[in-house]
């Protein structure tokens, strides 16, 4: 049938972690806490989704405080990530400047987090509990290295994507790969591997060509898979910023063949994967502690997201006209921006 999927190779077991059922307790409590999830259609949505399984599907050797630590840093991204793909915020950059700059003051150390008394976004509330719980256990230069992707990540999806969308401009395929890894803030949840585990890699591995080569080649095949998976969902809701889509695009090829050519693609990124993990394991063996964990973080993250992908209602063709209404499951406490309003609790901007 048309709408079934290709194979996606992926040679890794599937695996999950213990501490599910606790994380998923947690995630209602923390999102409720947090204001990030208000409506009942909005909550629905976001069970349905079970990011808690997600969570433990990619960190699977977590214990629990890490677990709940990081499906709150999942939850964070995937429901910011939602305001800007989904909604009016990601055609309107300058409607998010604001609050963007307002994080990186929260994780660069600049300024304090939001007053208890205040009325801010609730996802500057969710960041600045979030970073007060990872940072006592990370060095200075992760902390730089992820800040760094963090803020990456909302500066391009805030610019790079809006500012496509709002202009017409479908980038190339080769512009969108490489900004592909920023946008769907892989390096972030890659980056809390390092906090999972509980290594500090230094910076000569993150320097060495093999690991930025095993690194770059995990993320993309994360990103494009996704991208095959959410293919449905974008095309109803008119995203461009979609692999297959732009495979199509400027290849002129039809829905299935651009499939498969993705799905191709993914295979010999994991298959660069493997071959540069070989490298690093033979050429470092006095570094075996902390690079075996690191690389098998990378590749439960391309098995995990795969199973999840394949079981989520998020990107399930037969439920992807629950997308068609953006307006049902967003919301404007999340980012404090309303379609008419400037950023909650951060004065008059317009």
Same mark, same amino acid.
């Given at each position: 049938?048309?709408?079934?999927?290709?194979? &996606?190779?992926?040679?890794?077991?599937?695996?999950?972690?213990?501490?599910?059922?606790?994380?998923?307790?947690?995630?209602?409590?923390?999102?409720?806490?947090?204001?990030?999830?208000?409506?009942?259609?909005?909550?629905?949505?976001?069970?349905?989704?079970?990011?808690?399984?997600?969570?433990?599907?990619?960190?699977?050797?977590?214990?629990?405080?890490?677990?709940?630590?990081?499906?709150?840093?999942?939850?964070?991204?995937?429901?910011?990530?939602?305001?800007?793909?989904?909604?009016?915020?990601?055609?309107?950059?300058?409607?998010?400047?604001?609050?963007?700059?307002?994080?990186?003051?929260?994780?660069?150390?600049?300024?304090?987090?939001?007053?208890?008394?205040?009325?801010?976004?609730?996802?500057?509330?969710?960041?600045?509990?979030?970073?007060?719980?990872?940072?006592?256990?990370?060095?200075?230069?992760?902390?730089?290295?992820?800040?760094?992707?963090?803020?990456?990540?909302?500066?391009?999806?805030?610019?790079?994507?809006?500012?496509?969308?709002?202009?017409?401009?479908?980038?190339?395929?080769?512009?969108?790969?490489?900004?592909?890894?920023?946008?769907?803030? &892989?390096?972030?949840?890659?980056?809390? &591997?390092?906090?999972?585990?509980?290594?500090?890699?230094?910076?000569?591995?993150?320097?060495?060509?093999?690991?930025?080569?095993?690194?770059?080649?995990?993320?993309?095949?994360?990103?494009?898979?996704?991208?095959?998976?959410?293919?449905?969902?974008?095309?109803?809701?008119?995203?461009?910023?979609?692999?297959?889509?732009?495979?199509?695009?400027?290849?002129?090829?039809?829905?299935?063949?651009?499939?498969?050519?993705?799905?191709?693609?993914?295979?010999?990124?994991?298959?660069?994967?493997?071959?540069?993990?070989?490298?690093?394991?033979?050429?470092?063996?006095?570094?075996?502690?902390?690079?075996?964990?690191?690389?098998?973080?990378?590749?439960?993250?391309?098995?995990?997201?795969?199973?999840?992908?394949?079981?989520?209602?998020?990107?399930?063709?037969?439920?992807?006209?629950?997308?068609?209404?953006?307006?049902?499951?967003?919301?404007?406490?999340?980012?404090?921006?309303?379609?008419?309003?400037?950023?909650?609790?951060?004065?008059?901007?317009?």
């Amino acid at each position: 049938m048309e709408s079934e999927l290709p194979d &996606i190779y992926c040679p890794f077991p599937r695996r999950s972690n213990s501490h599910v059922p606790h994380t998923r307790e947690h995630l209602d409590t923390w999102t409720r806490r947090t204001g990030l999830i208000h409506r009942e259609s909005a909550r629905r949505r976001f069970a349905q989704a079970d990011f808690g399984a997600f969570v433990g599907m990619v960190y699977p050797t977590a214990n629990s405080e890490h677990l709940d630590l990081v499906a709150d840093w999942f939850v964070w991204l995937f429901l910011v990530d939602d305001q800007l793909d989904d909604g009016h915020l990601g055609r309107s950059p300058d409607r998010v400047r604001e609050v963007v700059e307002r994080m990186r003051a929260v994780v660069e150390g600049t300024a304090p987090g939001p007053r208890p008394d205040e009325e801010a976004p609730a996802a500057l509330v969710a960041l600045a509990d979030l970073w007060e719980r990872t940072v006592p256990e990370a060095s200075p230069h992760w902390r730089a290295r992820f800040t760094w992707h963090l803020m990456t990540y909302l500066t391009t999806a805030t610019t790079w994507e809006a500012g496509n969308r709002a202009d017409g401009v479908v980038p190339s395929e080769a512009t969108y790969i490489a900004k592909r890894r920023h946008t769907g803030a &892989i390096h972030v949840c890659m980056d809390l &591997i390092e906090i999972v585990v509980g290594i500090g890699a230094p910076e000569s591995i993150h320097n060495d060509a093999r690991f930025i080569t095993a690194l770059e080649a995990s993320c993309n095949v994360v990103c494009w898979a996704n991208d095959v998976y959410s293919y449905e969902k974008e095309q109803l809701l008119g995203e461009i910023h979609n692999l297959v889509h732009l495979v199509r695009h400027h290849r002129g090829y039809g829905k299935r063949q651009a499939l498969e050519h993705v799905c191709a693609e993914i295979a010999a990124e994991t298959k660069r994967f493997l071959a540069a993990e070989s490298e690093l394991l033979d050429l470092y063996p006095e570094l075996a502690g902390l690079l075996v964990p690191y690389l098998d973080g990378m590749r439960s993250w391309m098995r995990g997201n795969l199973d999840w992908s394949r079981q989520t209602p998020r990107y399930n063709p037969a439920d992807v006209s629950q997308y068609a209404e953006p307006a049902a499951y967003l919301e404007e406490s999340v980012l404090g921006v309303g379609a008419d309003h400037a950023p909650l609790g951060a004065g008059d901007s317009r």
